[in-house]
């Protein structure tokens, strides 16, 4: 792994009317890492997402995200930003390759490298057999892998995946899993994923961040927050006890 920062911020702050969603948050996350964005229901990770890909401008604070400003040059930074979304729309009567080459020629890529990509694309999700089978009909596992897909035909830096386990059965949360720790050690992606899921993430992340009430109340490799919090070594913690230590203190 590499130690560059691809994404920095430093006192983001998000305030919508009177509520503060995201409040001064400071961090970074390096090249090639999972970086898992940890919390309850609102405490401001998808907003954070959403101001990293400029989707939505910081009341204050900085963003970068390789050296540049989301609020600016968000055309470029969703260029290296693959974007799974919390709930995402689907047409459910287009099939996979439909599906796939749509998004193919939003990003207006040629008919060969499409096809390249489509291909490989299906084949890391594990969906070339159903490929042809109408979206509409796929469980909630299936269409989740259909978004890394899509994410996949960017070729993205970097992937967004917010709560990618949200709603999945236990087979399908294995594969999720699978597939995102695929993301990061054959395709080289940096990953950030946010998730309320704590057990399900910490087998796979590098590093986490803990979020309540929008600030980043830690961070750090899971062992170092395991010593701090609870004063145990490694594999003797599990990340809902260290949760719940800050979830305390908050
Ligand atoms: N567009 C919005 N307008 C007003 N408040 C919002 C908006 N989006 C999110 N919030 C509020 O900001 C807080 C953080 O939300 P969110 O970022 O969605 O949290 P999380 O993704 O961690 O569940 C919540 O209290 C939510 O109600
Ligand atoms: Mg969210």
Known sequence: MNTRAVIETEGLTKIYNAQTAVDNLSFNVL?????GFLGPNGAGKTTTLLMLLGLTEPTSGKVRVFDLDPAREPIKVKGVIGYLQENMGFYGDLNARQMLRF??????????VADERIESALNTVGLQDESLKKI???????????GIA???IKDP????????????????????????????????????????M????????????????????????????????????????????????YFQET
Request: hydrophobic fraction near 40%; include cysteine.
């Open 198 to 245: 704590l057990h399900q993430v910490q087998k796979i992340c590098h590093r986490v961040g803990i979020m309540i009430k929008g600030k980043m109340v830690s961070q750090g490799p899971m062992e170092q927050l395991a010593q701090e919090k609870l004063g145990v070594g490694k594999e003797q913690y599990t990340l809902e006890e260290i949760y719940m230590k």
């Open 157 to 196: 830096k970097i992937a967004f995946l917010d709560e990618p386990t949200l709603g999945l059965d236990p087979d399908g949360t294995n594969r999720m899993i699978e597939l995102i720790q695929q993301l990061c050690h054959e395709k080289k992606m940096t990953v950030l994923l946010s998730s309320h």
């Open 150 to 152: 899509e994410l996949l």
């Open 136 to 146: 509409g009909a796929y469980s909630r596992g299936m269409r989740q892998r259909l």
């Open 31 to 35: 090249e090639g890492e999972i970086f």
């Open 103 to 112: 998004v193919a020629d939003l990003n207006a890529l040629s008919f060969e």
